[in-house]
């Protein structure tokens, strides 16, 4: 059990690291420094496990910092190692993409903070395809309380901010469509 690990700035990650040295993990906050597409945060497959196989980790918060034109991935996310992750944080990051299937294994989110130096061009670059994967066995009808009301636990809120204090976007309305994938019917919610 930690509260705090940090993975620093002067870090190599020369290889996988293997999902089992979590095994058990208690840890309150975990926060990466400086990674970059080609130097990160990665875990290895490890195969041959029973469908049932649970590696019991609680990460509750997982925080990137500093990294540049840096991908959000599930070699990251490990299925394991993040299974109860709740919530995910990039802080002052200027992101190139998140790819499609980075959240399929951490359903269990409530949040994701996402606070970019790049935020219009993230917006405009990507076709948010990845939130297909945000509460993927959620399907709530609004207009049934009981459905609501079942499914509020399981409540994500996505916040993106802008870090580049000499630009600010508006969400004009020409850029609707590059939230047309967005979740709404899971109890996924946009906060501005």
């Known amino acids: 059990a930690f509260d705090y690990i940090l993975f620093g700035d002067d870090l190599t990650y020369t290889a996988f690291i293997c999902p089992l040295l979590f095994y058990k993990a208690s840890i309150s906050f975990m926060e990466a420094y400086y990674m970059t597409p080609t130097n990160y945060l990665r875990f290895s497959a490890i195969s041959n496990l029973p469908d049932n196989f649970d590696l019991q980790s609680n990460i509750y918060t997982f925080k990137i910092t500093f990294a540049p034109l840096f991908v959000v991935n599930n070699l990251m996310l490990n299925e394991h190692v993040f299974k109860r992750l709740a919530e995910f944080n990039v802080d002052n990051v200027r992101l190139g993409r998140i790819e499609d299937d980075a959240f399929i294994h951490t359903q269990q989110l409530n949040r994701i903070f996402l606070t970019l130096e790049n935020m219009e061009e993230f917006i405009r670059s990507s076709d948010n395809k990845w939130m297909a994967a945000l509460n993927a066995d959620v399907d709530v009808d609004y207009n049934d309380p009981q459905s609501v009301e079942f499914y509020k636990p399981r409540s994500l ?16 309305d020409e850029d609707l469509v590059y939230f047309e994938n967005f979740p709404y019917q899971r109890m996924v919610f946009y906060r501005l």
Do not use: A
Not at 157 to 172: D, E, F
């Open 157 to 172: 809120v996505v916040q993106v901010n802008n870090r580049n204090t000499g630009q600010s976007y508006l969400y004009p």
